[in-house]
């Protein structure tokens, strides 16, 4: 680097550092109701019982800023030995967005879909082209006590099933080949369930390949003095990819309204229940919106609209694609289901080991 450079570099650090860093003094608080202990995935939870998060934008002192901006991106739980009811899921995207907050809050409902550490993503400042470094909060999620408890019935009852098994194999010649067979029509039932899941592997890539070229999906509700327009795409949800929504209000001249304010509900048909529930301010209008729908059934988008000239809604449904278990992971849990069994075989021959032998 020649003399030059270096000057050039020094006067820009100089003037230029401190203004950025005055302007990136904020940080983001986080804080869910109830206590991260007591929430449990969606469909595990009580029906209708959605995780209530608030995000706060506070300076150094930890002072509230007001007229403040926001950026959020929501990360799922990384991948498990033991997978989750929802395994396209796990380390992808839920929800991104970047706005603005003129209370320097940000709250919303959301029902967390599956076990695990969330990653969510937080920026902030005064200014949506300046905000401060990425910095990463998690929440860990724990599943539900009584998913637990099935979980650890189900191996044992696995584990019994193997120890008996190992017992009668170790008495005789004739009950030996009693629980062969009853092993062979274990390990028959698996491998089926194991074919089935590859079929629908290939099904998977052609849902794949047919969400992408899913044309987006729009809406219009017209009022006395303005139109809300929704628009997603793909026009069809699938579990383990974002949905990009858009929404904007206008006159009747085609003006954007500045200062509108956006309450979306995200409604599993279904259930009957909301899935997500929040508020978003824009300042001039238009509003952009990342999500990914994590169940395959009906949904539904409630949009409401306020501004200075009334209030209007709209509401469009669409189909979230189903989406079974890949391939690899129920092979995976097959193989550390017919392990319990095996450790139990293994059990149950050595304490017929140590019988005294019969003259």
């Avoid at 449990?40 to 002072?63: C, F, Q, W, Y």
């Avoid at 579990?239 to 206008?250: D, I, L, R, T, W």
Wanted: one cysteine or more.
């Amino acid at each position: 680097m020649n003399l030059r450079n270096f000057c050039l570099m020094l006067l820009f650090q100089i003037l230029f550092l401190p203004l950025a860093s005055a302007n990136n003094d904020l940080t983001v608080q986080m804080k869910t109701t109830p206590a991260a202990s007591e929430i449990s995935p969606i469909h595990n939870m009580p029906e209708g019982r959605l995780a209530h998060v608030t995000l706060t934008v506070v300076d150094k002192d930890g002072r509230v800023v007001p007229n403040s901006f926001i950026k959020v991106h929501i990360h799922a739980p990384k991948k498990h030995l033991i997978s989750t009811d929802f395994p396209w899921v796990e380390d992808t995207h839920l929800i991104e967005y970047v706005g603005a907050l003129p209370t320097g809050v940000m709250e919303f409902d959301y029902g967390f879909p599956i076990r695990g550490t969330y990653r969510f993503d937080l920026q902030a400042g005064r200014d949506v082209n300046a905000l401060s470094d990425k910095v990463s909060t998690m929440l860990s999620i724990s599943e539900n006590k009584i998913v637990r408890k099935n979980l650890y019935i189900l191996i044992a009852i696995l584990f019994v099933i193997g120890l008996i098994s190992g017992v009668v194999i170790g008495r005789g010649a004739r009950a030996q080949k009693i629980a062969v067979g009853l092993s062979m029509i274990l390990f028959l039932c698996l491998s089926l369930t194991t074919k089935m899941s590859s079929a629908d592997g290939g099904d998977h890539h052609h849902m794949m390949m047919t969400t992408n070229n899913v044309p987006a999906i729009e809406e219009t509700a017209s009022g006395s003095q303005m139109v809300l327009n929704f628009k997603m795409n793909p026009g069809e949800g699938r579990v383990g990819m974002q949905n990009e929504m858009n929404f904007s209000v206008k006159d009747k001249n085609g003006r954007l309204i500045p200062n509108t304010t956006y309450e979306l509900k995200l409604w599993h048909m279904e259930e009957d229940t909301p899935v997500f529930v929040g508020s978003f301010y824009s300042p001039d209008g238009a509003l952009n919106f990342k999500y990914q729908f994590t169940d395959g059934a009906p949904h539904e988008v409630r949009l409401t609209a306020r501004n200075t000239l009334g209030t209007i809604e709209l509401k469009k449904s669409f189909e979230v694609q189903r989406m079974h278990p890949p391939f690899a992971i129920r092979f995976r849990t097959e193989i550390l289901l017919l392990l319990i069994v095996l450790v139990g075989i293994v059990l149950g021959l050595k304490t017929q080991s140590y019988r005294p032998k019969t003259a």
